[in-house]
């Protein structure tokens, strides 16, 4: 049974650091690993997808790394903003195109 | 339409009673997942619809939950005497499906629930 565990649980920075979030699974056997962002009381917002053979995708100031071999990604915000602060997602699809197991999240803080 | 649709966004009920949760897909979507997210609690895989295969219930956590796709489209998810422990925000996801082979899911608002 596929397992997502983030770290950390929760970050605060200041505004203007550039920052990591770590996502690792447990069954390297992906069809692909998926970062969204939800903010408080709203759905989920689709942020980066990555395919199993690929190994980044980059979007703004946003960069998704995929190491499928350690069964690891990582998500890079370069030059937070206080706008970025919600809580961030990781899920995993297993191959043969299934469902998505999500991660616990990693609640971001960016201050002023 | 333009993104995925659910109602109610938000429903207050009473232990006991039955309750349906509405999510329209976006158009053209073959596949509609069903989650549930509960306070402190990370997203809870509920069921799976794909096109006409027979869906995949095997995260209904009891014989009180069910869900039905009427003609490809529009999902109801039906939870029959509400439980207390039910109280949840239950998220409704769409995507093109196998063919389209990115696997992408875009997620609705969300329904959020609550048993009195």
């Known amino acids: 049974k596929q397992e997502v565990t983030q770290i950390p649980a929760a970050l605060s920075v200041p505004e203007g650091e550039n920052l990591v979030l770590n996502c690792s699974f447990t069954d390297s056997a992906i069809y692909n690993l998926q970062w969204f962002r939800q903010d408080p009381g709203k759905g989920l917002t689709s942020l980066l997808l990555?395919?199993?053979?690929?190994r980044e995708q980059t979007s703004g100031r946003l960069n998704a790394s995929l190491d499928k071999s350690s069964g690891r990604s990582t998500l890079y915000i370069a030059a937070s903003q206080p706008g970025d602060s919600a809580t961030y997602l990781c899920a995993v699809m297993n191959s043969g195109y299934s469902t998505l197991t999500f991660g616990k999240g990693t609640m971001l803080l960016v201050s002023p | 339409g333009a993104g995925v649709s659910q109602s109610p966004s938000n429903k207050v009920t009473e232990k006991g009673k039955d309750v349906e949760l509405r999510c329209d897909p976006i158009s053209g979507h073959t596949a509609l997942y069903w989650y549930r997210q509960s306070l402190g609690q990370g997203l809870e895989f509920l069921i799976y619809f794909q096109g006409n295969s027979a869906p995949d219930k095997s995260g209904l956590p009891s014989d009180r939950f069910s869900a039905e796709r009427t003609g490809g489209s529009v999902s109801t998810l039906t939870i029959q005497r509400t439980q207390q422990e039910d109280s949840a925000v239950y998220l409704c996801?769409?995507?093109?499906?196998?063919?389209?082979?990115?696997?992408?899911?875009?997620f609705g608002e969300g329904s959020r629930l609550t048993v009195l």
């Open positions: 996801a769409s995507s093109q499906g196998s063919r389209a082979r990115t696997g992408e899911l875009f």
């Open positions: 990555i395919q199993s053979s690929q």
